[in-house]
């Protein structure tokens, strides 16, 4: 199993629904992020959580929200989306203190 | 405002090849440099450098940083089928608010593509 799992791996939906990505770590990291991919540009953090009463924007976080349920689990969520959140996301892990990120495999969402 | 540029953006090579990949930064509070090889799932960590001339190196991989010129560059000798990917390089920069988080700033990668 992997060590960071994210689902859905692959999602459609339309503009204005609602959306939730989960990710789940067996790790025992403290922390979290929520990261997406766009081609062409670099990851771009979304939120991030040091531990379970703890939650950050990161530099885009509009029209995203984020719960972290337990240290395992953080899910994020677009409460209406829209074209221009298609995207590819990554949910990563850390250890406090360290730099070095665990993805998971990532979930590719396409807003029609 | 900071950023990491990574070149080239793509790159075609036969097996056997030598590639090197680059990565330049204009960062505040440097930490650390990152490298990340993404293939059709999770990207997985490749080197931290954090001293400028000392190499990393992992098998046919390696990997320096200069600090004074600002850029990191990835080698990859003898170039295999299985080294197509799109390689990530991250700059971690310390931040003076919100307790720990020191900031990575992405580059956009560049991606290989090994041909037999």
Known sequence: DADVTQTPRNRITKTGKRIMLECSQTKGHDRMYWYRQDPGLGLRLIYYSFDVKDINKGEISDGYSVSRQAQAKFSLSLESAIPNQTALYFCATAVSGANVLTFGAGSRLTVL | ?116
């Open chain 2, 1 to 116: 405002e900071d950023k990491v540029v990574q070149s080239p953006l793509s790159l075609v090579v036969h097996e056997g090849d030598t590639v090197t990949l680059n990565c330049s930064y204009e960062v505040t509070n440097f930490r650390s440099l990152l490298w990340y090889k993404q293939e059709k799932k999770a990207p997985t960590f490749l080197f931290m450098l954090t001293s400028s001339g000392i190499e990393k190196k992992s098998g046919r991989l390696s990997s320096i940083l200069d600090k004074k010129e600002l850029f990191s560059i990835l080698n990859i000798t003898a170039t295999q089928t299985g080294d197509s990917a799109i390689y990530l390089c991250a700059v971690e920069a310390s931040m003076v608010l919100s307790g720990g988080y020191n900031k990575l700033i992405f580059g956009a990668g560049t991606r290989l593509a090994v041909h037999p």
